[in-house]
C-alpha cells in the first residue's frame, strides 16, 4: 500500500493519530437528536424485525473479535438483549447451534478474513439473519451479509489495528443505541449517549496530547520480558486488547486476564519483574478494582494504570478524560496503542509490518 503517511514515520503512528477524525465519520449523518437516536440506514432490519431479536451473537477474529466483546457489552446495556462475542474461527468448526431469532453479527476491518467469511457462509446457509460491521466498502464480508454498518474508519494499512478498532466500537455503540431506543431505552439516556458519544473526538485529541509522557513510560517498560494486563467487565476486553496490541507489535509476551479471577490463580505470577497494566474507570467497580491493585503491590508487582483520576496504588496512571459509563472502553485503549507504539519504538521492531502477520488472513 502508498498511502501518503503525511510526515509520519510509520502507518502505526499516523493512524494512532487519525483517530479523533475518523471517529467524526462514523457518527456522520447517523444522529438523530430530535428521538434521541441513530439512523443506520443500512441494517435492513424494520422495527418489528429489530424488536423481535432476542439474541446477539457477535463474531470476529482478533481485534475484531475484541471490538466485538466490547459491542456485546454495549448491546446488553444499552439495548437488554443477552450478547456475547466469541472468536468467528471457533465458532465455524464447533457445529453452533444456528437459532432464528439471533442476530448474527460479523466484524472485520478488512471483510475478507476467511475464517469470519465461512462463519457468515455456513450461517447463511442455515437461514440465520447476519449483519456485516465492516470497514472495506464492497469487501467479501459485506456483500455476504444481510445488511451491515459500515465503520468509515478510512484505510489501515499498518497490520497493527487501532482506528479501525475504535470506530468499530463506536459503531456498535450506535447499534447498542438504536436498539435500545425501540425497546427500553429512555430519551433521556438516549440523549446522555449521544452527548457521550458527540465529546469523543475532543477526548481521543485530549489522550493523544499525553504522546510524550507515554512515550517516556513505554521505554521505561520496555526491558520486561511479560507485562500482564487486567480489567474487570467494561475493562476486560479493553485489557485484551491492550495485551494483543503489545504483543503483536512489539512481541513482548502479555497475558490479559479478568481482575476478577487473579486470586483463581494469576497471583502466583506476580514480582517485580512481571508489571501489571490496570484498566480502572471510574465506575461501579472501582473498588474492586483497586483491591486487586492492592493484592498485586502486596506482593511487589509494578502498575500501570490507566484510569480518570490517579490511581494511589498504582506506581504510575494514565488519566484518561471520563465518558459515560457505557462508552468509557472505547477510550481506555488509546493510550495503550500509543504504549504499545513506542515499547516497538524502543525495541526497534518492524511496526507496521510485525514478523509472521498479515493484514488480512484469507487463507484457512
Ligand atoms: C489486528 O491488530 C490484528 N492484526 C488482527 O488480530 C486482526 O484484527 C484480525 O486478523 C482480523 O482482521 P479483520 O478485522 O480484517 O477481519
Redesign the pocket.
Known amino acids: 500500500e502508498s498511502y501518503d503517511m503525511g510526515g509520519h514515520d510509520t502507518y502505526m503512528h499516523k493512524e494512532i493519530h487519525e483517530q479523533a477524525e475518523a471517529v467524526d465519520r462514523v457518527l456522520r449523518g447517523r444522529i438523530d437528536d430530535r428521538f434521541a437516536t441513530v439512523h443506520l440506514g443500512g441494517i435492513n432490519l424494520d422495527t418489528r424485525e429489530a424488536r423481535a431479536v432476542r439474541r446477539v451473537k457477535i463474531l ?5 473479535y475484541h471490538a466485538g466483546m466490547i459491542g456485546a457489552q454495549m448491546i446488553e446495556e444499552l439495548a437488554r438483549i443477552p450478547a456475547d462475542a466469541e472468536p468467528a474461527s471457533e465458532f465455524r468448526y464447533r457445529n453452533a447451534v444456528v437459532d432464528p431469532d439471533t442476530l448474527y453479527i460479523a ?4 471483510g ?2 476467511y475464517d ?1 467469511l465461512a462463519a457468515v457462509q455456513e450461517l447463511k446457509r442455515k437461514g440465520a439473519r447476519v449483519l456485516g460491521v465492516v470497514n472495506v466498502v464492497g469487501s467479501a464480508i459485506a456483500r455476504e451479509a444481510d445488511g451491515g454498518i459500515y465503520v468509515h474508519a478510512g484505510p489501515e494499512v499498518c ?3 487501532t482506528k479501525c478498532f475504535t470506530n468499530t466500537c463506536v459503531a456498535f455503540a450506535l447499534l447498542a443505541l438504536h436498539l435500545g431506543r425501540i425497546r427500553d431505552l429512555s430519551v433521556r439516556d438516549g440523549k446522555r449517549i449521544i452527548e457521550g458519544l458527540r465529546r469523543l473526538p475532543a477526548q481521543i485529541s485530549e489522550i493523544l496530547k499525553q504522546e510524550e509522557e507515554i512515550k517516556k513510560l513505554a521505554e521505561s517498560y520496555a526491558d520486561a520480558r511479560s507485562m500482564l494486563f487486567i480489567g474487570r467487565v467494561r475493562g476486560y476486553p479493553v485489557a485484551r486488547e491492550a495485551s ?2 503489545l504483543k ?1 507489535v512489539s512481541y513482548i509476551h502479555a497475558e490479559a486476564y479478568p481482575a476478577s479471577e487473579l486470586k483463581h490463580g494469576p497471583l502466583a505470577l506476580i514480582e517485580p519483574a512481571l508489571p501489571t497494566v490496570a484498566i480502572v474507570p471510574d465506575d461501579d467497580l472501582l473498588e474492586k478494582n483497586r483491591a486487586a491493585m492492592e493484592e498485586i503491590r502486596a506482593r511487589s508487582g509494578r502498575i500501570i494504570a490507566v484510569a480518570h483520576q490517579k490511581q494511589e496504588k498504582a506506581d504510575r496512571t494514565i488519566v484518561v478524560p471520563k465518558n459515560e459509563d457505557e462508552l468509557d472502553p472505547i477510550l481506555m485503549g488509546i493510550p495503550l496503542q500509543l504504549f504499545a507504539y513506542y515499547t516497538a519504538l524502543t525495541l526497534g521492531r518492524d511496526i507496521d509490518k510485525p514478523r509472521n ?1 498479515a ?3 484469507t487463507v484457512e
Open positions: 470476529g477474529c482478533g481485534t475484531s466484524v472485520s476491518q478488512s475478507e478474513t469470519v497490520v497493527v489495528s494483543l496490541k503483536e502477520l493484514k488480512s488472513v
